[in-house]
C-alpha cells in the first residue's frame, strides 16, 4: 500500500495552508527548512499522520494539539528555537523517534518516562542540565543523544535503559559516569569525549558488547582494570588526558583495532599490547617522557601502524 506523503521542505513557508489540513489520509509531512514562526492549531486535524518533520524552521513552541495526535511516530523539531516541551508529550503514546536537537531547552517534562515505545531520542545541542529520573522507564531506548548541553552528571537511572546500544555523551561538563553505567549490557558505542571525566568507574567492565569508547579531551589520571573486561572492544580513543600510566589489562582486549593514547604523560606501555592479535594502529604521539619499548619494530612488521 503506497503511503500519503507531502513534502513541502525548502519551499521558504511562512505559514502552512489550511489545504495541507484537509488531507485526512495523510501519514508522512516534511516542512525542512522553510520560516515557519508557528504550526497551525488545527494541525491535530491529520489523524493518521506518523511522522512529521519541521527541521530548521523559526518555531518558539509546538501546540498542543500536536500532542493530541496518537498515532505520531516520528517528530524531528530540531534547529528551531524552542525553549521548552510540553508535558501533554506523553500522550504521544506511539512515538518511536522524538528528535528536538538544537533548540534552546532547559527542561524536560516527566512525561518523557511515558513514552514506553521511544526507541531514538535526540537532545543535543540544548541548554539541558538533567534528565528526569521518569527516564528510566524507557526501555526500549537504543539511541540517546545528549551531547554539548551542560550537564554535569548523569542520573543513576540510566542504567534502567536496558536496551540502549548508543550513547553520545559527548561536550558536557561530566566529571564521572554513575555506577549503573556498567548495567548497559546492550550497549556498542559510547562517545564521552570532550568532558571533565577523572576517572571511570569500576562497572565499566559490565559493557561486554562495547565496541567503541570514545574518551578523548578529558582529565583522566587512571583507568580501572576491569576495562581488560571488554573482549569487543575494537577502537579506544583516550588521547588528550592525564594518563601517565595504563592498566596491565589492557593487553586483553583480544578484539582492539585502533588505540589512540597521544598527548598523555605515560612513560611505559603494558608489554600486553605487543600481543594485541588485531591492533591495526597505535598512535602514541605527544607523549614527552614514553620510554621505547623496544616492540614497536615487531607491530610494525605485523602490519600495525605504530606513531610515535
Avoid at 12 to 33: G, I, W
Avoid at 162 to 173: K, P, S, T, Y
Avoid at 196 to 213: A, F, M, N
Wanted: net charge negative; aromatic share 6%.
Amino acid at each position: 500500500m503506497q503511503q500519503h506523503i507531502l513534502d513541502l521542505s525548502d519551499k521558504q513557508l511562512t505559514a502552512l495552508s489550511e489545504d495541507v489540513l484537509a488531507d485526512p489520509e495523510l501519514e508522512a509531512l516534511y516542512l525542512d527548512n522553510n520560516q515557519l514562526p508557528e504550526l497551525p492549531l488545527g494541525i491535530n486535524k491529520l489523524r493518521r499522520l506518523r511522522k512529521l518533520s519541521v527541521f530548521h524552521n523559526q518555531l518558539s513552541a509546538l501546540p498542543e494539539a500536536l500532542f493530541e495526535m496518537a498515532s505520531l511516530e516520528s517528530v524531528d523539531a530540531s534547529a528551531n528555537q524552542l525553549t521548552m516541551v510540553s508535558a501533554g508529550l506523553g500522550r504521544l503514546g506511539n512515538l518511536r523517534v522524538w528528535d528536538v536537537q538544537h533548540n534552546q531547552i532547559d527542561q524536560l517534562p516527566a512525561s518523557l518516562g511515558e513514552l514506553g515505545r521511544l526507541e531514538f531520542l535526540y537532545l543535543a545541542g540544548n541548554l539541558l542540565t538533567v534528565l528526569p529520573d521518569t527516564c528510566r522507564n524507557l526501555r526500549r531506548l537504543v539511541y540517546l543523544n545528549i551531547s554539548k548541553n551542560r550537564f554535569r552528571e548523569l542520573p543513576a537511572c540510566i542504567g534502567d535503559m536496558a536496551d540502549l546500544v548508543e550513547v553520545r555523551i559527548f561536550g558536557n561538563q561530566l566529571t564521572g559516569l554513575p555506577e549503573s553505567f556498567g548495567d548497559l549490557a546492550c550497549l556498542r558505542e559510547c562517545y564521552a569525549m570532550n568532558n571533565q571525566l577523572v576517572s571511570l568507574p569500576d562497572t565499566i567492565g559490565g559493557l561486554v558488547v562495547l565496541r567503541k569508547l570514545m574518551l578523548e579531551g578529558n582529565q583522566l589520571t587512571m583507568l580501572p582494570e576491569s576495562i581488560g573486561d571488554l573482549g569487543q572492544l575494537t577502537d579506544l580513543d583516550l588521547r588528550d588526558n592525564r594518563l601517565s600510566r595504563l592498566p596491565e589489562s589492557l593487553g586483553l582486549l583480544s578484539s582492539l583495532r585502533y588505540l589512540d593514547l597521544r598527548k598523555n604523560d605515560l612513560r611505559v606501555l603494558p608489554e600486553g599490547l605487543r600481543w594485541l592479535p588485531h591492533l591495526v594502529k597505535l598512535d602514541v604521539r605527544l607523549n614527552k617522557f614514553l620510554e621505547d619499548p623496544g616492540w614497536f619494530g615487531e607491530l610494525r612488521r605485523r602490519g600495525c601502524i605504530v606513531l610515535t
